[in-house]
C-alpha cells in the first residue's frame, strides 16, 4: 500500500506493506485524510534540521549522547544515534474511510462502516490504517469523506470551547483564524456567544464574518486590545481561546489585556509562554490549557487499551467529541466544506506539500484522497533482489519477527557484521512503515507485517523474535513447529502453561527439533566466561552477589502491564540465567523479600531480593531495584569462592582478588550480544551443543515465576 514518510524535511510517497487488524482495532481503507497544516508542517521542517542545530536546542541530548559514548563506547554509540536520524516517520493524524476488518473485542463497527479516525500514532497519511477502537467514529450519511476527515481538527477546536465553558450571551475573542479558529468561530455562535476574530490575513478574517464571526480585527487597522475594549463597551472579553500558532510571547499577554476581571482565557494552539505577572495578576484570570481532542488523549488505557470513561463521570471523551462534531456538520450547524482549499490525490503527495510551504497565503486545509478499491493489499513486499536461496556460503537465512529499538540498535547491526554466518531474508513489523524502512536499511530480501509470511518461507532457517513479552512463547512456538530455529529474546514465557508447551513440544515425537536459544545474553559476556573459567574446578560451592540498579520505569509503561509481565521476569530472569550458568546447577530452594513503597511512585514488585539456593551448596542473591540513580553503574556482581573475590563492574571490569588472574577491562560494556549470535549459528550448523540447554533456559524462567508468586504474595498482604 501507499503511505506518506517524513525525513531529511521532506515527505515522500513510499509502497509499505499493510498492517493487520488485531484484537480493539480496526482496519480501515481511507478515503480522505486531513493534512494539519501547522502540526504536520512543524514535523517536516524540524525533520530536516542538522543534528548540531537540533543539539543547541536540547542540550540535555547531548549530555546523554556523553553519557552513552562513555558506558557504551563509540560503537554502540554511533548505532543508536544513526538510528535516530535514519528513522523514517508517519505523518497524519485525522481521516475518513470504509472499514475493512474489525478485531476480536470490536462490537461497535462492522466491515462496510463508514468510519472517521483519529491518532497521531495511527490515523496516518495511508490507504490502510489499523486504528484503535475509542479513536474511530461513525459517519453520519449526510457527511462525506471529505468534511468527515476533518474529525481530529474538529475535536481538537470543541474541547478548547469546552475548557472555555461559555455561556449565552457571552463575548469571546478567538486569536487566530486558522482551521481551528474559523471551528472555534462556528461552535462559540452555536453557543450563542458574540465573537471577535484577530488574524493578519484578511480573507481569514472575512470568511469567519460570512460563518457568523460578529467583528473581525485586523492588527493593521486598529490596536487589538483597545479594539476589543471598544467592541465590550469597556468591559473586556468574557474570555479568549488562542488558536495561533507563533513563537511570540506577545499573543498571550494580548489575550490576558483583552479580558475583564474573573475572565478565562483558553490556550489550544502553539506560542510563547513567557507570561508577564501584571497581564493578569489583578484581573485574576483563569489561564487553561485544552490537551488535543479532549479526556483520554494521552491516556494509553483509553486510547490503545479500549477502556471508556463513564458517560456519567466524563460527558465528553475525546470520541464523544469527534462523534458531536460529525453531527454538527450533520445537521448544518458547522460548515466545513468552504474551508477545504484543494484535494489532491494521494499519488500527488509531493505537490500537496509544497502548496503549504510556499510564500503565499497558506490554504486553510487541504486534503488527501485514495482509490476506491476492493483489492486486498499485501502484507509482503520486496525490498531488494532476491539473493540465491542455495548460498555458498553456508550462511543462516534469517528473519527478524519486531523491528523495535532494541533490535534496531543491536541485533541487525550485530547481523551485519557477521554477514558470512548469516543473510538478513526478511522483516517483520506491526506497522508497514517500519517493517519497509527497517528492512531497506539493513539489506532484507523484503518485508511483511504478518510473520505467518515467513513461518511459511521455505527460505528461512532461523527467526529471532523481539516482540512484545507477552507473545514470545506463542510466536516461539509456532515457529518451531514450522521447522524453524529461533532465538527468543528474554522472557522465555510468562507462565507455566506457556512454558510446559515449549517443554511438550521438545518431548514429543523423535528425531532432530529445531534449536532454542532464549537472549539470556549475559552468559555469553566475555566476563561472564571469564568467571565461568574461573570457577570451573572451584573445590566449594559459591557466594554470589548481584546488584542490578535498575533505573525507575513509569508505572504506565507497558513492561509493567500484562505485554510486559513486570520487570522480575522480563528482566531479573538475565541474572537466574546467569546464576544457573555459573553454578551448572540444578535449583534447591528460592526466597525473595520484597521493599514495599510507601508512596505509589514505585511498584511493589520493582524493589527486591531474592535468594537462590542450588544443588552443588552455592547461594546465590540478586539486589533488583528502581530506587537508585542511572548515573551509577547498573549492574555489578561479586563471587566469593576458593579464597577468591571476583568482581564484575558493569561489564566493563573485573577483578580478582586471591587469585592468579589479570584484571581484565573493556572501553565499552560487553554483555554478549554478539556472542550470543555466533553461538546461535554455531548450534544450527552442528559445530557446538545448543548454546543454552534447554533445562537451563526452563531453570532460569521457571525461577522468575516463584520469585513473581512471592513478590504478589507479599504485594497483596500490604
Sequence with gaps: MKQVLVSGGSVRLETVPAPLVEAGTVLIRMDHSCISIGTEMSGVKSSGVPLWKRAMRQPQHVKKVVDMLMTDGLAQTRRLVQERLAVESPTGYSGAGIVLEVGEGVDEFAPGDRVACAGAQCAFHAEVV???????????????????????????????????????????????????????????????CRVIGVDLDRSRIALAEKHGMSWGVHPDDADDVAQVARITGGTGADGVIITAASPSDAIVSAAFRMCRKKARVVLVGDVGLDLQRADFYAKELDFLISSSYGPGRYDAQYEEGGLDYPLAYVRWTEGRNMAEYLRLIGDGTLEVKSMIAAVHPIDNVDEAYRSLQSGTAKPLMVLLSYPRSNEAMPRRMPLTPQRPTNTKSGAIRIALIGAGGFAKGMHLPNLQELKEEFILRAVVSRTGHNAATTGKRFLAEYCTTDHQEVLKDPDIDAVIIATRHDTHATLALDALRAGKHVLLEKPMALDETELRAIEAFYQEGSGPKPVLLTGFNRRFSPYAQRIASLVQKRSNPMLINYRMNAGYIPLDHWVHGPEGGGRNRGEACHIYDLFTFLTGSQVKSVHATALTPTTDYYSATDNFTATIGFDDGSVASLSYTALGNTDFPKESMEVFVDGMVISLNDYRALTVTGGISKPFETRASQKGQKEELQAFAAAIHGKAEWPIPLWQQVQATRISFQINELLQSMSNRH
Excluded at 486569536?175 to 462556528?186: A, M, N, Y
Excluded at 461552535?187 to 450563542?192: K, Q
Design 130 to 192: 489499523r486504528v484503535p477502537k475509542n479513536l474511530v467514529v461513525s459517519v453520519p450519511d449526510a457527511v462525506g469523506f471529505d468534511a468527515a476527515s476533518s474529525v481530529a481538527l474538529g475535536a481538537i477546536a470543541m474541547q478548547g470551547v469546552r475548557r472555555a465553558s461559555p455561556t449565552l450571551g457571552e463575548t469571546f475573542v478567538v486569536i487566530g483564524l486558522g482551521i481551528l479558529g474559523q471551528l472555534t468561530v462556528q461552535m462559540l455562535r452555536a453557543n450563542g
